[in-house]
């Protein structure tokens, strides 16, 4: 589990490395895969492709490994992560790149050692909101994302969760853990260390309704828009 002393390593490499590579999102707890935070070559280099294995036999990465489905480039990990079984904590940055003032996140779960797919979704429709286009430090946190509804799951499974974050310009960054189901009595306590929230990034919640019809909608102006969102939010965080 991150420590104070490790998340500040952490932050302390990724400023380091922003002025050299096209760095995204992190996942600080409970983990990742891997540093993905890598970007070399051309477009030119590996013919418009995102991924590309050179004559040397050496893979490119001109766009950056986030970019690539289903885990930002790279492999399974050998070492898991603990994760209570019926869910838990999810604490990420997200603004470590130019333009993530606003980006959209969703969280899903792939089943198994090495999964298929990632179509368990467990929490989605999150909205970021950052302090500029700018890239900027900061660390958000979910204290309890649930499993996927209807989803029974047992101790000692193994599991992939994965985030995505939409970019303002529509483009998905990818980045996963690699977990083992445990009681919550195994897994390491989740605190004020490890799971917190910056002051400077905040979230709206994305809802849909099924009362509206063609011919009973009118367009709300921008203060009403932003009042039924307010007022949407509120009750969710009030309900749930």
């Given amino acids: 589990m991150p420590t104070i002393s490790s998340l500040s390593i952490c932050l302390l490499a990724l400023t380091t490395f922003l ?78 790149f130019q333009g993530h003032s606003s980006a959209f996140m969703y969280f899903n779960l792939g089943l198994g050692n090495s999964p298929a797919n990632y179509s368990f979704v467990m929490q989605n429709g999150l909205n970021i909101v950052g302090p500029s286009k700018e890239p900027y430090p900061g660390t958000f946190c979910l204290p309890q994302v649930p499993l996927p509804a209807g989803l029974t799951v047992n101790i000692g499974d193994n599991a992939t969760i994965q985030i995505i974050e939409i970019a303002l310009h529509g483009a998905a960054l990818y980045n996963c853990v690699d977990i083992t189901f445990a009681d919550p009595k195994d897994v390491p306590e989740v605190n004020e260390t490890n799971c917190f929230n910056s002051s400077q990034i905040t979230s709206n919640l994305i809802f849909t309704t099924a009362d509206l019809s063609s011919d ?20 969710t965080y009030l309900f749930v």
């Fill in 19 to 96: 002025r050299t590579i096209r760095a995204h999102t992190v996942i600080s707890y409970p983990g990742w895969r891997g540093n993905n935070l890598h970007s070399n070559g051309t477009v030119l280099d590996s013919n418009g492709l995102a991924s590309y294995v050179t004559a040397n036999g050496s893979t490119i990465h001109p766009f950056g490994m986030q970019w690539e489905y289903p885990c930002g480039g790279m492999p399974m990990s050998a070492n898991r992560t603990l994760w209570p079984v019926k869910g838990g904590a999810i604490a990420w940055q997200p603004g470590w």
């Fill in 216 to 235: 009973s909608i009118v367009l709300p102006t921008r203060s009403h828009a932003f009042m039924s969102l307010a007022v949407a939010t509120l009750l």
